[in-house]
């Protein structure tokens, strides 16, 4: 076969994207502010004012400060030592990133702190936060952690003072859909969000969420990386038109034409002004995710707050006809680009010279292939034997692995097509296998299945089915300490709420969903396995009141690392189902010897 050469550039970068010898200096640089200011500690949060999972370079605070640069966490910077809050995830992340002479890592809920957060503000002292940064329900929790032992209190950022060579902020081009990949008019939406509102009594809401605005509005843009995000407030009145904040920079006369009718555009630095100016209205704001600074706004200007949660969120995430169709012709597109990356893998892997980063870097050109792919969807979690079973692996060019043959490969990747968004996962097999490793991947395997094949009454939600999912790890006495799905975006964010497959997920699926369906296994120090498909929620065809799911991905699952007699009749059916789906959607688009192993590697067992 002719060698496949793969260009350098691709969406992802390698690069180290902290260096602990900087937290020193800069934590020194940050306490001489706090001391000038009179504060003992100040929080510094990893999220920006729009809670997303991505953030442009200029929010990246937390990143400054300590180095850690993983998607959840929160530092307290006291007058004398520091702590990094961090979640499961990045337990082994985090104190490889910083200063941990400096730092102390603490282990905690997901962007959450601890009571030793105690440790950090001395008794009767004052703990500082910016308030556009974080929300209601933070500021709630920490407070009740220092109750009778120090003050909260919010504060100019100290860490944008210190912060002499911050980034400008991202001013992006901007895109509106058609109707042809939004099947719904921003005016119809908008209208159905009001009248949700006149149902909660509410004169306006505040949205603070990029992809709420974003969706609402049929917009898109390139604010953040892997998200086609623009970041921006909005306040839409029960009756009239939107209004639409953003920085000056994207105020273009091409983006009012556009909007015209629809939003009205106004610069973000007006919002304080639009929000007091509210005073005497029932106003609908999220306490989960809108910055406490919108709340004390809207308080001091006499407005009655109701707080509920964003009512973008629920119709978002039920896709209608036109953003399914756009789905699945994405997974069209991405399958036509892992049957060849995986017939590519197959030849090169048993040869034992393929790295981590070269994996990823043949994965994305033959993703690039294809114009529409105009971004990953996340960071590509590219992990070689022992790296496999750290669940939320970034490979560098300091941690690049070469993976030697008979290891086990994991890669977990996603793209950006302009017709949606991608999310698959595939544990690889380089040339052998141990019966352990055969056992723990057909149990994730079973799992998997089990979702897929999942029947249940309307009003169920993810939480009350991801123990199908759970349960063949279980009876030996295993599971895997992540969710076994979350919600996928239409174009939009790779994970998205308000449901999900995981015990956290209690509101019910709905028609029109799009999740992911990822159980999992991981040995620590040797190998990890996790086998993803994205799935559709739809209505049970000849069962009334129920919902199934339909599965959208289109790539093999590596049939030889199962040990079949672990599979039952059903399960079997089932998988020659989904490879004979592969083969009929895919087959037609690949040629020559892509063709041919795929037509091996979709034939029924």
């Known amino acids: 076969m002719t060698k496949k050469t793969f260009e350098p550039a691709v969406f992802q970068s390698f690069s180290e994207k902290s260096d602990p010898s900087n937290v020193a200096p800069r934590l020194a640089s940050l306490r001489a502010a706090m001391q000038k200011a009179g504060i003992d500690a100040v929080l510094i949060p990893r999220a920006d004012a729009h809670r997303g999972e991505s953030v442009p370079a200029s929010e990246a605070r937390l990143a400054y400060i300590t180095g850690f640069t993983g998607s959840a966490g929160l530092a307290v910077v006291g007058r004398d030592k520091a702590g990094l809050f961090v979640d499961s995830r990045y337990t082994l992340q985090a104190p490889a990133?910083?200063?941990?002479?400096?730092?102390?890592?603490?282990?905690?809920?997901?962007g959450g702190v601890n009571d030793d957060i105690r440790l950090y503000v001395g008794k009767g002292g004052k703990l500082t936060y910016d308030p556009w940064l974080h929300t209601p329900g933070e500021v709630?929790?920490?407070?009740?952690?220092?109750?009778?032992?120090?003050?909260?209190?919010?504060?100019?950022?100290?860490?944008?003072?210190?912060?002499?060579?911050?980034?400008?902020?991202?001013?992006s081009s901007i895109e509106f859909l058609g109707h042809n990949r939004a099947g719904k008019s921003a005016a119809d939406k908008i209208a159905d969000l009001q009248k949700t509102l006149a149902a909660d009594a509410a004169d306006a809401v505040v949205l603070t969420l990029p992809e709420s605005i974003c969706w609402l509005?049929?917009?898109?843009?390139r604010d953040v990386p892997n998200t086609p995000f623009v970041l921006g407030f909005a306040i839409v009145p029960a009756a009239g038109l939107p209004t639409l904040y953003l920085d000056k920079a994207k105020i273009t006369p091409e983006l009012t034409r556009a909007l015209d009718g629809?939003?009205?555009?106004?610069?973000?630095?007006?919002?304080?002004?639009?929000?007091?100016?509210?005073?005497?209205?029932?106003?609908?704001?999220?306490?989960?995710?809108?910055?406490?600074?919108?709340?004390?706004?809207?308080?001091?200007?006499?407005?009655?707050?109701?707080?509920?949660?964003?009512?973008?969120?629920?119709?978002?995430?039920?896709?209608?006809?036109?953003?399914?169709?756009?789905m699945r012709e994405a997974h069209r597109q991405d399958g036509v680009a892992l049957a060849k990356f995986l017939h590519w893998f197959d030849q090169e892997a048993p040869k034992g010279h393929l790295t981590e980063i070269g994996i990823v870097t043949a994965?994305?050109?033959?993703?690039?292939?294809?114009?529409?792919?105009v971004d990953a969807s996340f960071d590509t979690i590219s992990g070689a034997g022992p790296n496999g079973a750290i669940v939320h692996y970034r490979v560098t060019t300091k941690t690049d692995r070469t993976l030697k043959a008979g290891e086990i490969m994991l890669v977990d990747s996603g793209a950006q097509y302009l017709s949606g968004t991608t999310d698959?996962?595939?544990?690889?097999?380089?040339?052998?296998?141990?019966?352990?490793?055969?056992?723990?991947?057909?149990?994730?395997?079973?799992?998997?299945?089990?979702?897929?094949?999942?029947?249940?009454?309307?009003?169920?939600?993810?939480?009350?089915?991801?123990?199908?999912?759970?349960?063949?790890?279980?009876?030996?006495?295993?599971?895997?300490?992540?969710?076994?799905?979350?919600?996928?975006?239409?174009?939009?964010?790779?994970?998205?709420?308000?449901?999900?497959?995981?015990?956290?997920?209690?509101?019910?699926?709905?028609?029109?969903?799009?999740?992911?369906?990822?159980?999992?296994?991981?040995?620590?120090?040797?190998?990890?396995?996790?086998?993803?498909?994205?799935?559709?929620?739809?209505?049970?065809?000849?069962?009334?009141?129920?919902?199934?799911?339909?599965?959208?991905?289109?790539?093999?699952?590596?049939?030889?690392?199962?040990?079949?007699?672990?599979?039952?009749?059903?399960?079997?059916?089932?998988?020659?189902a989904f490879h004979a789906k592969v083969w009929a959607e895919i087959g037609p688009r690949v040629t020559g010897e892509v063709k041919d192993w795929l037509k091996a590697a979709t034939a029924a067992i």
């Open 424 to 576: 698959i996962t595939r544990t690889l097999f380089t040339g052998s296998a141990t019966a352990e490793q055969k056992d723990r991947y057909t149990r994730v395997l079973k799992g998997m299945i089990a979702i897929s094949m999942a029947r249940f009454p309307k009003g169920t939600s993810g939480a009350q089915i991801d123990v199908l999912a759970r349960q063949f790890l279980w009876q030996d006495g295993v599971t895997y300490n992540h969710g076994t799905g979350h919600g996928v975006g239409h174009f939009l964010g790779v994970h998205e709420g308000p449901v999900g497959i995981s015990s956290r997920y209690h509101t019910p699926l709905e028609a029109g969903n799009v999740l992911s369906n990822e159980p999992g296994y991981y040995k620590t120090g040797e190998y990890g396995i996790r086998i993803e498909n994205l799935i559709v929620v739809r209505e049970a065809e000849a069962y009334p009141g129920y919902l199934d799911f339909e599965t959208i991905t289109l790539a093999p699952i590596d049939v030889r690392l199962i040990d079949r007699s672990l599979l039952t009749a059903a399960e079997t059916d089932w998988l020659n």
């Open 262 to 326: 629809i939003a009205s555009v106004a610069e973000a630095t007006s919002l304080g002004d639009a929000l007091a100016g509210l005073g005497g209205k029932a106003v609908l704001v999220d306490p989960q995710t809108a910055p406490i600074a919108v709340a004390d706004t809207l308080g001091k200007a006499g407005a009655k707050i109701i707080e509920k949660r964003d009512p973008v969120l629920g119709p978002k995430s039920i896709k209608n006809e036109v953003e399914l169709s756009g």
């Open 97 to 110: 990133q910083t200063d941990t002479t400096l730092v102390t890592v603490h282990e905690t809920g997901q």
């Open 217 to 221: 509005l049929n917009m898109r843009g």
């Open 363 to 373: 994965l994305e050109s033959f993703r690039r292939e294809d114009e529409t792919c």
């Open 140 to 171: 709630r929790d920490v407070t009740q952690k220092l109750a009778g032992h120090a003050e909260v209190v919010p504060h100019a950022n100290l860490v944008d003072a210190i912060w002499t060579d911050r980034p400008h902020a991202p001013v």
